[in-house]
């Protein structure tokens, strides 16, 4: 071929890369293939727009998650071309936002994106949950708040997404993948919230489907030590989520849900991080063997899986439209967090998994964890400002559910052991669900709307000022002593026909 021709030639082919057509939705290609230095090719045509510049975001915050993490710190040779195939300049503001010109006539937008972390045992700014790995041969563990952002100006627009990968890896995720060839899988979302709710796990599969009612559970399983370990998982998960099933009245509220489980091999201990989704949760756990794996998952399996009722199928306008860059934080974490931990404890002694003593001794656990905090601040006011207190944000695990518990032998105490907060939070999600969110504000006028005139006062007590719970006051309607002194909570000796009563109502015990 002559010069002229070869020059033709790329004209030709250059003209053809920039000309894929623009749509309505963001299109997005991530190459795990090409992982070079623990960084992967990230690229996405814009959406069609007639707008002169665009602020492109990566997030500041995710919801579930209470600090800054600056997902804009992973990205570098952030570059932007227009149809022609040129290379346009662009403008990087601060750690997670560019600012692009002539954005209508842009083709596509490409980027690096570095690992967070490369071992369980590394040290990093961040949990390692929030954050995608890479380990090319192995294991992918994907979270899209740190691969995909948006334009500030068009937030509301749909997501496709290709991803190239190894031939003999499976995507485990809440959403659903489509393979399109033996390297290429395509998956869609309707916001971006939606594609980041839903992590994916790349690997070679190791996967269990359970179902329990009308949800379809996926359990998918990496480690080196054993690639066919999913099964065992699944076992205990099922237990769990059948007891969940009949706790919340006979049926789950979702379709379906996956759990993400990485393991890897540490030299001793045991270590995990975990971060809940609306329909997936991930779970990183390290220790030497994987004995005592099926055990720790029990506890976070469950905490992670209640949360389909809240924040998926109960919360506020502030959860529902996320702020990424800005975010508006609720004032209900005693509702996200704390009731969730409370369901936690409360279910496995109203379904008989356990007994009284290991129940009253999760209690004493909570109790003594809540002790190292400072219980005269405001549950609302720690919500609202949990980026500014995060050091007093682990005590709405702790706190948290001791607040659910008074509330919930409250609503016994009022309705005659026919209402609790299992009954409570069945209301609110026929109410609201996960499309309809509830005014911030507005919260506890609802509920007491719901219940009793005299949960308002507990509200403003115990959640909106700091006073301290009526911990002692509350376990002594259901025969139960709390020595607050010695922080142990036992059984009367001869606790009265109401007393008893009620707490058979409470726990069935």
């Not at 540490?266 to 055990?295: A, F, Q, W």
């Not at 980026?387 to 518990?405: A, H, T």
Request: proline share 4%; net charge positive.
């Amino acid at each position: 071929m002559n010069k002229l021709g070869l020059f033709v030639a790329i004209l030709v082919f250059s003209s053809k890369l920039f000309a894929q057509s623009q749509t309505n939705d963001y299109q997005y290609n991530i190459d795990l293939l090409s992982e070079k230095n623990n960084k992967i090719s990230v690229s996405f045509i814009p959406p069609e727009n007639n707008l002169q510049q665009g602020k492109f975001v990566m997030p500041k915050l995710v919801p579930g998650y209470y600090d800054a993490l600056n997902f804009g710190q992973y990205v570098s040779e952030f570059r932007a071309f227009n149809k022609k195939g040129e290379n346009i300049e662009v403008k990087r503001l601060d750690t997670n936002t560019w600012i692009i010109p002539d954005l209508k006539n842009i083709a596509k937008i490409s980027y690096q994106v570095a690992g967070g972390w490369d071992s369980l045992m590394q040290r990093t700014s961040s949990p390692k949950s929030v954050a995608s790995a890479y380990k090319k041969d192995s294991v992918f563990i994907l979270n899209y708040s740190t691969l995909a952002g948006y334009f500030e100006e068009l937030k509301n627009r749909a997501y496709r997404v290709t991803v190239k990968k190894n031939k003999e890896f499976f995507p485990s995720s809440a959403l659903d993948y489509t393979p399109k060839n033996d390297t290429t899988d395509m998956v869609s979302a309707k916001d971006y919230r939606h594609l980041v709710d839903a992590p994916v796990l790349y690997c070679v599969p190791d996967t269990t489907w359970i179902k329990v009612g009308t949800t379809n559970v996926l359990v998918s399983f990496y480690s080196k030590q054993d690639r066919s370990y999913s099964k065992n998982l699944a076992a205990k998960i099922e237990s769990i989520l059948k007891n969940q099933q009949a706790y919340l009245g006979g049926k789950l509220p979702v379709q379906k849900y996956a759990f993400l489980i990485y393991h890897e091999q540490i030299p001793r201990g045991m270590m995990g991080d975990g971060l809940e989704h609306s329909n997936s949760t991930v779970c990183l756990y390290g220790s030497k063997t994987l004995d005592k794996l099926p055990e720790a998952l029990m506890g976070v399996a469950s905490h992670e899986f209640f949360h389909i009722l809240t924040p998926l199928g109960i919360h506020s306008k502030e959860v529902q439209n996320f702020n990424f860059l800005h975010p508006v934080l609720s004032r209900h974490l005693w509702l996200y967090e704390g009731m969730t931990e409370y369901a936690t404890i409360h279910m496995p002694i109203k379904q008989h998994m356990i007994n009284l003593q290991q129940f009253l001794k999760n209690i004493e656990g909570k109790i003594k964890g809540m002790d190292g905090f400072n219980n005269k601040l405001s549950m609302t006011e720690m919500s609202s400002n949990a980026i500014k207190m995060q050091d007093q944000y682990m005590n709405f695990y702790q706190k948290g559910p001791l607040l659910g518990l008074c509330l919930d032998i409250r609503l016994r105490e009022l309705s005659n052991g026919k209402i609790g907060t299992q009954e409570l939070m069945q209301k609110l999600i026929k109410k609201y669900g996960p499309e309809k969110a509830f005014e911030d504000k507005d919260l506890f006028d609802v509920i007491t709307a719901l219940t009793f005139p005299q949960i308002r006062q507990f509200f403003k007590d115990y959640v909106e000022a700091g006073n301290p719970l009526p911990l002692k006051e509350s376990l002594r309607k259901v025969g139960l002593d709390y020595n607050e002194q010695a922080g142990t909570v036992v059984e009367m000796r001869t606790p009265s026909t109401a007393e008893f009563s009620l707490r058979k109502a409470w726990i069935d015990q």
